[in-house]
């Protein structure tokens, strides 16, 4: 089954006084649309995105999905209707027949990322058919009369604001929005559909960054947080090195090479994921892997390096951190590895959430000296670079 997410691109920006949709104004040499759809892109867990845009725009945007950063996930265009309502609804007629879960995000809002995609989604269940970020309003909130005066003031406590994307099971969520369009039900987020039909919604955390750009001043305030995302870049080097035991079966970037003639070690001993998880640690700043599955533990025995390659992963986004590229070198006399460094690359690369091209993989021999040389043991180096997140 998959996982689809609908965003809404079709609006006129009225209040933003642009003169134009002001998902195509600018910042960084970027349109904001750019933005929006470059961190869902980091999603782990969409298959697919369906924009919603008006049709006299289709020619601006069939060229801007050609833009570098845009590659990981396939987008759809689809043309939108006079209301966001109706551009949700012709979205969801476009869905893929396997998508099972759904999520409504607003194209001005640039700043989600996609591990708040994936929480959403995540969420989503036969309990849960409804899942939306909402952030607890931190203002007082007061009633006020159309004559501008104070009528009471509200208990904020219980009061949130709705923030995108919205997720729901694609059935229960189409099937309640066409209700509320026979009905004419005024509808205002996503996730009103399924409380006028008697659904229950489930909140999840927001974050104060998922703001709607509406006016010129949320347009300045996220062109200082887009600019600020060029600036910082740490490189880290890692290296690891195991002797040969040739009992254990040899696994190296996650590919098994062969059933024996492996590496001692307390894990499966993958002394190119080793390097590469010292390499990222360092960079970022975190202790290095002795820190985080010491070989004292008897929980990392004989551990699947990959997982622990994926933990290191969730601790570079902890710490706002992207990867820019790897390159990496195997040390071994033997086997011959270039028949499995494909293989090893694709692995690496599903893990850590990026193209394979920013992946390098080289295997060479020691030429006969020192112990890896003269067959004992195996080496890897990897060289990380790695570029601040601000969203």
């Not at 759809?76 to 998508?99: F, K, Y």
Request: proline share 5%; glycine share 10%; hydrophobic share 40%.
């Amino acid at each position: 089954m998959m996982n689809s997410m609908i965003i809404a691109a079709a609006g006129q920006g009225h209040r933003m006084g642009a003169g134009k949709n002001k998902l195509l104004l600018k910042t960084g040499g970027r349109p904001l649309i750019w933005y929006t759809l470059h961190n869902m892109m980091k999603s782990r867990l969409l298959d697919e995105i369906i924009l919603v845009i008006r049709q006299e725009e289709r020619d601006v945007f069939e060229k801007l999905l050609h833009s570098p950063g845009l590659e990981t996930l396939p987008v759809r265009l689809v043309t939108g209707g006079a209301a966001r309502s109706d551009s949700v609804w012709n979205g969801l007629q476009s869905l893929n027949a396997h998508t099972e879960k759904v999520l409504i995000h607003d194209g001005a809002r640039p700043l989600v990322g996609g591990d708040t995609a994936d929480a959403v989604i995540r969420h989503i269940d036969e309990s849960h058919p409804a899942v939306i970020p909402a952030l607890a309003s931190v203002d007082t909130i007061k009633k006020i009369t159309a004559r501008g005066m104070v009528e009471k003031t509200e208990d904020r406590t219980s009061l949130y604001r709705a923030q995108t994307p919205q997720g729901f099971l694609r059935e229960p969520f189409q099937q309640a929005f066409k209700r509320c369009r026979e009905r004419g039900d005024r509808l205002t987020d996503d996730a009103s559909v399924m409380e006028k039909n008697g659904i229950s919604v489930t909140a999840i955390p927001g974050r104060d960054t998922f703001f709607k750009v509406t006016s010129p001043e949320d347009w300045k305030r996220f062109e200082i947080l887009a600019a600020s995302e060029d600036i910082p870049f740490r490189t880290g080097q890692g290296y690891d090195i195991h002797r040969i035991e040739t009992s254990r079966p040899l696994v190296l970037g996650g590919v098994l090479i062969a059933p024996s003639g492996g590496l001692a070690g307390h894990s499966d001993a993958d002394v190119l994921i080793h390097a590469v998880m010292d390499a990222l640690l360092g960079a970022a700043g975190p202790p290095d892997i002795g820190h985080w599955f010491p070989d004292t533990d008897p929980a990392y025995e004989g551990a699947d390096s990959t997982v622990l390659l994926q933990r290191v992963s969730e601790i570079l986004e902890e710490n706002s951190w992207g990867i820019v590229n790897i390159d990496s070198t195997v040390l071994a006399e033997a086997p011959r590895l270039a028949p499995y460094i494909g293989r090893m690359k694709k692995t690496v690369a599903l893990i850590l959430g990026i193209d394979e091209s920013r992946i390098s993989i080289k295997a060479t021999t020691h030429e006969g000296l020192g112990p890896v040389g003269k067959g004992r043991g195996m080496a890897a180096f990897a060289s990380v670079l790695l570029y601040r997140r601000f969203f």
